[in-house]
């Protein structure tokens, strides 16, 4: 797994499939993000078979097919078409996420998306209109809740009540930028969509999720340019606060500021407040002490816990979409939930103010 280049951040976990051999056929089509690799490494530990891919990029195509051996390169009419397949999972340029996905569910197939999975509320709009007429599933996703063990430990936690109502969620993403590795659509802010829209919804997503907030408001928002000129449209800090229906709130700093000494491609953190305690959570490192990730720090009424988790938790995100793809049910992830997050990205990139 790729630890110093978020781009191509991959996890992979133990193999826990949910269906036989052949019982859920997706395909990738849009190769543009490293995600789609991780998208593609939690469905099939999941039991789910890939059976074709798409990108016109030829050299993308065969990389791809060199890792997932017995893939099918097709186009994109043909996986379209196909009737076994029941999922596509895609991630092409941000601003071109949207577009795939109509097609794809106006085709009868559930789509997958890397994040962020638009870049404008006219898309937005568009993906609602489409899931409401073919009652398909528009899914995201938000690999830093849902490939990360310690974010998907933390959830069980407040799920059990470990420390309480949850009042507060700071998110910290940090991120390596890399430059040269970078395509040029990553630099151009109609494509990308702006670092709050793009990265910057793996914290409002996960805000969202741990403080189970159904609706929300930006309070305020920020972006600025500090230290790359030679990328004009580039954003490399923002940060944002959210109110949530319930009282909770959010503060959300990322940034491409990750230096290069760092082990991992950025020191991702949470910090959770409750009523009764705090859950902290080293994502990729505990930095200058373990070169490990995946820590868990608790704090409550019974006392002070340390839980490395990397390797114990698993990914269960996966599983729950294959059988809601088959049941259609919302275990994994509500529609409300995805276009929420999307929608508050989105949002908080418009009424941003630029300081530098």
Request: aromatic share 10%.
């Amino acid at each position: 797994m790729q630890r110093s280049d978020g781009m191509n951040y991959a996890p992979k976990g133990k193999p826990v499939p949910v269906v036989e051999k052949g019982e859920f056929v997706f395909a990738a089509i849009g190769l543009d993000h490293g995600h789609i690799y991780g998208m593609c490494n939690g469905l099939t530990e999941a039991g789910a078979t890939l059976k074709y891919v798409y990108d016109p990029d030829p050299a993308k195509v065969r990389q791809f097919c060199d890792t997932y051996p017995g893939v099918i390169p097709a186009t994109k009419e043909q996986i379209l078409s196909a009737p076994e397949v029941k999922l596509v999972a895609g991630a092409a340029v941000t601003s071109e996420r949207c577009a795939l996905g109509l097609e794809v569910m106006r085709c009868g197939k559930d789509y997958f998306t890397d994040k962020a999975p638009l870049t404008t509320l006219e898309q937005l709009e568009q993906a609602k209109v489409a899931v409401r007429e073919t009652g398909r599933k528009y899914m995201c996703y938000f690999s830093e809740r849902l490939h990360v063990e310690s974010a998907v430990f933390a959830g069980q936690l407040i799920k059990q009540g470990a420390i309480g109502r949850v009042l507060q969620v700071i998110g910290m993403g940090p991120h390596r930028l890399n430059a040269p590795s970078r395509p040029d659509w990553f630099f151009k802010k109609e494509k990308y969509g702006g670092i709050l829209c793009d990265i910057g919804s793996h914290q409002i997503e996960q805000y969202l999720y741990f403080a189970d907030v159904k609706s929300a408001r930006v309070v305020r928002s920020q972006i600025a340019n500090y230290n790359h000129p030679d990328y004009p449209e580039l954003d490399d800090f923002g940060d944002a606060v959210l109110v949530g229906d319930n009282g909770t709130t959010c503060y959300f700093r990322v940034d491409w500021f990750t230096p290069d000494g760092l082990s991992t491609w950025g020191d991702g953190r949470t910090f959770i407040l409750g009523t009764e305690g705090t859950i902290e959570l080293r994502k990729y490192l505990n930095v200058a002490t373990e070169n490990t990730s995946d820590h868990v720090f608790l704090t409550n009424k019974t006392g002070e816990y340390h839980f490395p988790v990397y390797g114990k938790v698993g990914f269960p995100f996966f599983g729950e979409l294959i059988l809601d793809c088959i049941n259609r049910t919302e275990n994994a992830m509500t529609q409300e939930h995805v276009f929420l997050a999307a929608e508050l990205g989105v949002r908080a990139q418009l009424q941003a103010e630029k300081l530098a």
